[in-house]
């Protein structure tokens, strides 16, 4: 009879899923944070390998050993610290003044669709002008002072700061302009009660991402005619032929990025705890 | 008595970039008077939200003018309340942040705009919740807040467009109990567009029942219920009546409409 009917097969029994594996799945803060370290122990342990045991001449590629040797001679013998602290003045400061511009007119830009179709299309064509082809023109210009290093990261962050606020205030939320219209809003009031603070958290993001771009562009200013700076020691070590010094300062210059953006995330989270609510 | 508001022959077209030219609303003409609650019901895409954003100065009329104490609406502002269907509160302010903004707006003192917003807070139900975030509330809460908001800021009229639309049936309902008693306490002028009939008949004095698109007014229905009106009044002779004629008239439009 059941023949005749026909029954289902029986599926076997599910078998747990190896979550690990799933897409998607979120793992544990302490699995992320072993995973995050295990790569960097991996990243020396080849590097170590490959330089200890002598597979690379040590001309080209320093070991660990060395780099580190090198590193604590830089700071002892060399007054590195004034180098980081040069670098990092001119990032902050030529990251500070292309804020302190774009920012408002990033704003009157999302804002006004008038002000937007005057500026967007000259700044559009300036954000692709490379800021590292400025450094001769700027040094014709400004000579070889701090103004020179300053307008470098100025001009390669101004544009892009502008172009990406405007385009986070021009997305604010259309019902929340009409809601405050119907509050009473003036225009004015639009712009400084609604999209201002609608659109402060992105623009916080964005300055980070761009203060991340503006560490690149310090480098190449400082490796051109200048007397101080991580650029600077990293051109006189290539002189030097110390690859120790060199692997020593770009690895200074991934950590100072590091702290700085998540010092930078962190302020964002605490200024803006209402746009992580979900 | 001359009407609180009073639309006058509004009709609106749009017309696409394409060149293609829509008629959303026929000449439409529509009193409403001083303490009136007026529900506007019609199938979706009907044009009776374009109305309502007509009257709120959000839109303009292809032709024809909408008076507000007699004088020309020219645009949106703080005499003609309005709660949306969407949740438009400002998610970086917080509940009583909200609820004040309008007043803030106005330059009212800061004293005065904590004792307002206090007693709006309260009407709602939502005291205890001052200092949370629009999104640490359900869709419910948030829309007692809209309302508040939009009360607080004493309108001439509230203008309300499908603003339980998105809620859950059980919520809706709560929430159509809580307005209708605090128009019976303030007997603040209500126009509200929903295309939920239980809902129209509810709340309202008068049902304007709006047609299928190009939408006019079709019919105008007094709802005479007494005050105050309970949730068992639904299952009365009286709102059954009414029930069935409002579905016959919706029923109709809402197949013209399909068959379009």
Redo the contacts between chains.
């Keep these: 009879m059941s023949r005749v009917m026909g029954v289902a097969p029986a599926l076997e029994p599910e078998r747990p899923r190896r979550r690990a594996l799933a897409p998607l799945e979120p793992v544990s803060t302490r699995t992320r944070l072993v995973l995050g370290v295990a790569f960097f122990i991996l990243f020396f342990a080849v590097w170590s390998v490959f330089t200890l045991g002598g597979f690379v001449s040590p001309t080209f590629l320093a070991s660990p050993v060395t780099m580190a040797k090198e590193g604590w001679l830089l700071f002892t013998e060399f007054g590195f610290l004034h180098d980081i602290g040069m670098t990092v003045w001119r990032v902050l400061g030529g990251f500070i003044l292309a804020a302190i511009v774009a920012v408002p007119l990033g704003i009157a830009m999302g804002a006004h669709k008038g002000v937007e179709a005057f500026l967007e299309p000259f700044v559009s064509f300036c954000r692709y002008l490379p800021a590292s082809a400025f450094i001769p023109l700027l040094i014709l210009w400004a000579g070889l002072g701090e103004m020179q290093k300053l307008l470098v990261i100025f001009i390669g962050s101004v544009f892009q700061i502008i172009l990406m606020v405007a385009v986070i205030v021009g997305n604010a939320r259309k019902?929340?302009v009409?809601?405050?219209?119907?509050?009473?809003?003036?225009p004015t009031?639009i712009v400084r009660?609604?999209l201002i603070?609608?659109a402060?958290p992105d623009i916080a993001e964005t300055l980070r991402l761009v203060l991340g771009w503006a560490w690149t562009y310090v480098i190449v200013a400082e490796l051109i005619g200048s007397s101080s700076g991580i650029g600077h020691m990293i051109t006189d070590s290539q002189a030097l032929l110390n690859t120790g010094q060199i692997i020593f300062g770009i690895i200074v210059i991934g950590l100072i990025g590091l702290v700085s953006d998540s010092f930078f995330k962190f302020v964002n989270r605490r200024l803006?705890?209402?746009?992580a609510?979900? | 008595m001359s009407p609180l508001l009073s639309i006058q022959g509004v009709s609106r077209t749009f017309v696409s970039p394409k060149g293609q030219v829509t008629q959303a609303l026929l000449p439409v003409d529509f009193d409403v008077q001083e303490n009136d609650f007026v529900t506007i019901l019609g199938p979706s895409g009907c044009g009776k939200s374009t109305m309502l954003r007509i009257v709120a100065g959000l839109d303009h009329p292809t032709s024809g003018r909408v008076l507000l104490g007699g004088r020309p609406v020219e645009g949106p502002g703080a005499d003609r309340g309005m709660v949306f269907q969407s949740y438009t509160l400002f998610p970086w302010l917080t509940i009583e942040q909200n609820i004040r903004f309008g007043l803030r707006e106005r330059g009212m003192p800061e004293a005065q705009q904590k004792e307002r917003a206090d007693y709006f807070i309260a009407k709602v139900g939502l005291r205890g919740f001052e200092q949370h975030f629009p999104k640490q509330l359900s869709g419910g809460m948030q829309q007692r807040t809209a309302i508040a908001r939009a009360l607080a800021n004493d309108p001439k009229i509230l203008l309300m467009d499908e603003p339980f639309g998105a809620l859950d049936n059980q919520t809706r309902v709560l929430m159509q109990e809580l307005l209708l008693g605090i128009w019976e306490a303030e007997r603040k002028t209500v126009m509200f567009v929903t295309h939920d009939i239980d809902e129209a008949i509810f709340m309202a004095n008068r049902v304007a029942v709006f047609s299928a698109r190009p939408g006019r007014i079709k019919t105008e229905l007094a709802v005479d219920l007494p005050h105050p009106r309970h949730y068992t009044i639904k299952t009365s002779p009286e709102f059954m009546d009414l029930k069935a004629r409002l579905t016959e008239e919706i029923r109709a439009e809402s197949m013209a409409a399909d068959a379009h």
Excluded: N, Q
């Design positions: 019902d929340l009409e809601a405050a219209y119907t509050l009473g809003s003036s009031g009660r609604v603070p609608g402060a803006f705890a209402w746009s609510l979900r």
